[in-house]
C-alpha cells in the first residue's frame, strides 16, 4: 500500500505529495506555498534555477510556526548547510562565472561543463561526510549513468528525480531505482504540458486523455488525481505544479489507501 511518505535509503523520510514551483513567478509563489502549508504540505520542490526563492522564503517567514512548525519540512536547515558551505568555500555566492542562470555561446547553444559526474558526485559526497548536507540525489540520470554512479560511489544517492506519469510510465528504469534502493521523485506528473511541442494539435494532452477522464468520473476524481494516483501507488513521490488554491487542495486530498484499478494497457490506482 501506498503511505503519506517514502523512506530514504539514508532512514530519513521524504512526504510522498510535494508542491512544485518551477515556472511559476515570485508573485504568484508565495500564496501558493502559503496555501499548500495550510493543507499540510510539508515538502516542497525549489531551485535556485527557478528564480523564485526569495518569495518562496518570504513565505516560509511568513508561515513557519504559524501553520506549520520547521521541523516537519522537508528538507529541514537548508540555508543553515549552504551558508557553511559558502563559508568552507570562501565563495559570496556558489554560482560564479555567468550572470545568466543558463549561459549560452555567442549562437545560443548552452554550454555544458566538462566535468565528468562522477568526479562531481564524489564532491558531492565529501559534503555529506562534512555535515553539510544529508543527502545527495540526482536528477535525469539513466540506467547506464545510474549504474556507473553505484559502481563508483561510496554514498548512494538517495533519489533519482525524472519525469513519469501514465503516458511514460519508465516501469524499467523506475524498477532499476528501487532495486538499487534509490526513491523516485516524479515531476511532470500530470505531463508535460509546457513541453515545446504541447501547441501542436495531434498532441495528446494527458489530463484531457479519455481513459484518465473516464476513471475520474466514474470515481468522483479530478483527472489529476487520477494520475498522481497512478504513481503514488508506485511509492514514486509527486511534484504537481499549480498556482491554484482549489487543486492545491484537491490534490492533498489523495488517498493514502488505494486499491489498483486496471484499465486497457493502463493501470490506474483509486480509493479502495
Not at 535509503?9 to 510522498?16: D, F, K, R, S, W
Not at 535556485?48 to 504559524?66: C, L, M, P, R, S
Not at 553539510?132 to 556507473?148: E, G, W, Y
Not at 476524481?221 to 505544479?241: D, E, G, Y
Request: hydrophobic share 35%.
Amino acid at each position: 500500500m501506498a503511505s503519506h511518505y517514502v523512506t530514504l535509503n539514508t532512514g530519513a523520510e521524504i512526504p510522498i505529495l510535494d508542491l512544485g514551483t518551477w515556472q511559476i513567478p515570485g508573485e504568484k509563489v508565495n500564496q501558493s506555498i502559503k496555501t499548500a502549508l495550510k493543507n499540510n504540505y510539508k515538502h516542497i520542490d525549489c531551485a535556485y534555477v527557478y528564480q523564485n526563492e526569495k518569495e518562496i522564503g518570504q513565505a516560509f517567514a511568513d508561515t513557519v510556526d504559524h501553520i506549520i512548525q520547521r521541523k516537519d519540512l522537508f528538507p529541514d536547515r537548508v540555508e543553515e548547510g549552504m551558508q557553511m558551505a559558502l563559508k568552507n568555500l570562501h565563495l559570496d555566492t556558489i554560482f560564479q562565472g555567468h550572470d545568466n542562470i543558463l549561459p549560452l555561446d555567442d549562437d545560443g547553444v548552452p554550454i555544458t561543463g566538462n566535468e565528468d559526474y562522477k568526479t562531481t558526485w564524489k564532491a558531492m559526497e565529501r559534503l555529506v561526510d562534512d555535515g553539510l548536507v544529508k543527502a545527495i540525489s540526482l536528477s535525469n540520470f539513466n540506467t547506464k549513468q545510474v549504474d556507473n554512479i553505484m559502481e563508483n560511489c561510496s554514498i548512494k544517492p538517495a533519489v533519482n528525480q525524472f519525469e513519469t506519469h501514465p503516458y511514460m510510465t519508465c516501469n524499467r528504469w523506475i524498477q532499476q531505482c528501487q532495486r538499487s534502493d534509490i526513491a523516485v521523485t516524479a515531476y511532470c506528473p500530470l505531463g508535460s504540458r509546457n513541453r515545446p511541442d504541447a501547441t501542436v494539435s495531434d498532441n495528446p494532452i494527458l489530463l484531457n486523455d479519455p481513459v484518465v477522464q473516464s476513471i475520474g468520473k466514474k470515481y468522483n476524481k479530478p483527472p489529476a488525481q487520477v494520475c498522481l494516483r497512478f504513481n503514488i501507488q508506485r511509492s514514486i513521490v509527486v511534484i504537481p505544479k499549480s498556482t491554484t488554491p482549489l487543486r492545491i487542495t484537491e490534490n492533498s486530498q489523495i488517498s493514502s489507501y488505494l486499491r489498483p484499478v486496471k484499465v486497457e494497457n493502463m493501470q490506474i490506482f483509486l480509493d479502495g
